[in-house]
């Protein structure tokens, strides 16, 4: 490298905005990927003190993807502070009063608990659906890869994709399709 | 000896037990409250602070390799390397760099770093090195999964 350029930094120490699409992602296992954009643990600069996460938006959170029947066993525990005040939300129905809620979480709790987390957090933006605000969305360099594939509903394939796709068995004519 | 005040020369000859307190008292000193005045206080936050550091010293080398490891891992993600695939082929090339000089390299000499990870994606490519096997599976069919509701 020339003599000039000998140190050079390009943006090394910027703020990145990523964007993310949770759709039909595990949350618990997106959350480990987004903590490592956040904490800036994917800089070779990275050093628990030095301030080098990146900004994150997270869209379609709606659409997230529990493994198993974690929607009906997964339980979200909150305490009010007072006698009695002990509560326990299933996760759908935490997933039905906030969308990003489940997500949310999911990233905090992979976090360690240090006085750093909360503002960490404050760099992660979530959004139920593809609606961002422009001057969010105008920030945006670069996508993070999904960690698995978006499976195709049926009701997405054609007509003639459908047809022509191998058959093992013809149902007989009398068999009742439910 | 040499003593730099009139009352610690006339201490010097005098009871032990002054100059056995004075060495915990100097060790206190930068204490807050009783604990740097009162000597059964003092000696208790010496002691403690003493362990600390003694633990410390062992805690302190292992949170730097942490360090490294994250900051070589960091490095080998943006030439898309895995971390242990990247030190075996390291090593099998003959490239004894350790964490430390592989971690500074990483942050300093970011094309420097890109060289390494050029050799060691060609020896990979060459000797069939493959990252350890993690839980990479996506989808395992169980009892119940296959089930039509």
Partial sequence: ?178 | MVFTSVANFVRSRGPDEFWRKRKIFKMAAHYIGRSRNCYSLAIRSVHRALVFATKGRALKKQDLANLWVTRITAGCEQHDVNYHVFRESLSRSNIMLNRKSLADLACWEPFTFKALTDIAQKRALEEGIAPPKGNKVLFVPKRGSQKKT
């Avoid at chain 1, 992602?25 to 990146?54: E, T």
């Avoid at chain 1, 994150?56 to 959170?61: A, F, P």
């Avoid at chain 1, 001057?135 to 594939?149: A, G």
Wanted: with cysteine.
């Fill in chain 1, 1 to 178: 490298m020339s003599a000039l350029k000998r140190v050079q930094q390009w943006a090394t120490f910027a703020r990145i905005w990523h964007v993310y699409d949770a759709a039909w992602q595990n949350p618990f296992h997106s959350a480990k990927l987004l903590k490592k954009y956040l904490m800036g643990l994917h800089k070779p600069i990275y050093h628990p003190l030095n301030d080098c996460g990146d900004h994150v938006i997270v869209i379609n959170t709606g659409d997230i993807a529990l493994p198993e029947d974690e929607w009906k066993k997964r339980a979200y525990f909150h305490h009010t502070g007072y006698p009695g005040g002990a509560s326990w939300t299933v996760a759908w129905e935490l997933h039905d009063k906030d969308p990003t809620m489940i997500l949310k979480k999911a990233v905090y709790s992979s976090m360690d608990g240090n006085l750093q987390r909360r503002y960490t957090m404050e760099r992660l933006h979530l959004f139920p659906d593809g609606k961002v605000p422009a001057d969010l969305m105008k920030n945006v360099s670069n996508q993070i890869q999904q960690i698995r594939p978006v499976p195709k509903r049926l009701d997405h394939y054609s007509e003639q994709e459908r047809k022509e796709f191998p058959k093992l068995i013809d149902y007989p004519k009398d068999y009742i399709l439910r």
